[in-house]
């Protein structure tokens, strides 16, 4: 009875943070959907957007030196983090947030790009619900194991500290940096969601072993270091974005056909990237089929994997090639975050060959 009871325990732990890891990549492509439709500066503070928790639908309802009121409080803001910037050292970004005279002009009211940044902001705040709701199952599994409380609380930590970046990238007028920390941020956060669903589920079910020693190391490895490429990839196309957002302003947000001729050499680097990491999981994918066939979950996520990132160099063409639709850009992004959740995925998979865990249900 003890046992069942457990089971069906770790079962809902699973499923919430399951729920919590798909949210976070819905976030994500939100996200990727606010950037490509400039609405990032929608709601010029934060938490709330124009001073409300329910954002204005006209202008009209705002007052007259609006703009004013918002400069001055986002040059205040930024003042204490640039302070604090200096103080651990990071004396190059505050000089650059301090000469930034972007920051220091207002966006005019748009309703519709206020609503799609309140919008993600409330997808946010439900996202922190559910993290929060981890926390409090994971503690109910004390009792099985402790890792869950902790992994649960830092993801719940990170969720909070995340929360705080995005009222500074907000106050900073998308300082590009901030927008790639912010970024970071979330993909961390998803592998903890990803860590503590995969332990839940190793706990009840065992993998198949590669019994190859050294093959498995090196696949271990290997795609470990396919993650840090990967990542690199990501941090590089938000520069590239930066250029997208930089040229669409100029042209207002006329004429895509025209943007990625005035792109730098960041974005050539960024194309050409793409065809090493698709170069390197085929060669992971081939040991995979190798040496570790009787895994079949390996086998399913690396085929998952290169599909991926097949896509991801698609949506990457219709981009280049076809104006910068600006559908593809949130999804070229959201496919980039599942790419690392999968090799996430992988190299738990591989790493817990070597020590499979195991806990008593009937405690």
Partial sequence: MKQKKNLDKLSGFRRISLVTTIAIYFLILVGGIVRSTGSGMGCPDWPKCFGSWIPPTSEDQLPPDYKEQYVLQRLDKNERFVSMLRTIGFEKQAQEIEEDVSIREEQPFNATKTWIEYINRLIGAVIGLLILIT????????YLDRSFAYWSFLAFVLVLFQGW???????????????????VIALLIVCL???????????TNWASLIRDVSRRNGLTILIGFGGFLMLAQIILGTQVREQVDMV?????YLDRSEWIDLLGIEFLIHRSYSLLLLALHVWFGYWVYKYASANKLIVKWSKVLLILIIVAIGSGAVMSYFGIPALAQPIHLLIGALIIGVQFILWLELRYQKRPLSIKLEK
Avoid at 135 to 142: D, E
Avoid at 193 to 203: D, P, T
């Fill in 135 to 142: 926390l409090v199952q994971s503690i109910r599994l004390w």
């Fill in 165 to 183: 970046i995005g009222s500074i990238v907000v106050s900073t007028n998308l300082l590009q940096w901030m927008i790639s920390v912010h970024m």
């Fill in 193 to 203: 969601l990803i860590f503590i669903h995969y332990r839940a589920y190793r706990l």
């Fill in 248 to 252: 669409s302003r100029d042209y207002g």
